[in-house]
């Protein structure tokens, strides 16, 4: 008699520790993953469990699993942080207990699959890389707290740090679910009108048009007569126009030496 293959498409690898094939979220092999690592793990999926990017998430299209950084901690009271080493305010996390939890996070992990710490001085994250993140096969976020996490494992892992913009945040959670929302948006299938992410702001370097729907006319204001003339060729014009004056007058540095109205 054949052994039997009952769990399909699940992502099976070899582990020191049991675990159970028949989980309430499974590791599928062939669907993208976000891997958050984090203290606060019941802060997911958040607004991530809502809208599209939470249909999506029910209908199986991505797969999201929190690593809960405290059951890594170290002792009776799972010490996950310590002081400075030079001093200074605050505390830092342990290289000895990120470690082993990126470890437990990247098991099963295959193809191109980036760990990104969520860093105030990290590279600032874009629709670009919104886009290249989507192209992985999954995506481990740590998820920082306190004074951040020991430079030693940010080397060892060949880490990626990445920052929402120049501001800082009492920790990573929030700017993970972000950037997690950018990404999930452009897998197959998670729209409904795939041709909707191709004008709006930043898909192709510049900001969205304006927007307009009924009615026509709203406290004396009117929908802009090329809108409602059925000329397509038209309409695409005003709108890369449009794309255009606001792209440069709210967001210069976006503007390339070439582009023009004529582009």
Not at 119 to 135: C, I, K, N, V, Y
Not at 136 to 164: N, P
Not at 191 to 196: F, I, M, P, R, V
């Amino acid at each position: 008699m054949k052994p039997t293959r009952s769990h399909g498409r699940q992502s099976i690898t070899a582990s020191l520790q049991p675990r159970e094939l028949m989980q309430p979220k499974p590791a599928y092999r062939d669907v993208w993953q976000a891997r958050v690592i984090t203290l606060f793990p019941d802060l997911f999926p958040g607004v991530l469990g809502a809208s599209l990017t939470g249909k999506a998430l029910q209908d199986g299209l991505w797969q999201l699993h929190t690593h809960d950084l405290r059951r890594f901690g170290i002792g009776k009271h799972r010490n996950v942080d310590d002081t400075p080493s030079g001093g200074g305010a605050g505390m830092v996390l342990r290289a000895d207990v990120v470690g082993p939890a990126i470890e437990a996070a990247q098991a099963g992990a295959r193809g191109r699959w980036p760990i990104l710490y969520m860093s105030p001085r990290g590279r600032r994250f874009d629709q670009a890389m919104a886009r290249d993140l989507a192209q992985c096969a999954g995506v481990t976020m740590l998820c920082g707290r306190f004074e951040g996490v020991d430079e030693r494992v940010i080397e060892h892992y060949d880490i990626t740090e990445v920052s929402l913009g120049d501001f800082v945040m009492t920790g990573g959670e929030l700017a993970a679910q972000a950037m997690i929302d950018a990404t999930v948006r452009l897998l197959p299938g998670v729209l409904g009108n795939a041709e909707s992410t191709v004008e709006e702001s930043h898909s192709n370097g510049l900001l969205e048009h304006p927007q307009y729907t009924r009615p026509a006319t709203w406290e004396g204001r009117e929908i802009p007569p090329v809108l409602m003339s059925g000329n397509h060729g038209e309409i695409a014009k005003w709108r890369k126009a449009q794309s255009l004056a606001l792209t440069r007058a709210r967001r210069p540095d976006l503007m390339e030496p070439d582009v023009s109205d004529d582009a």
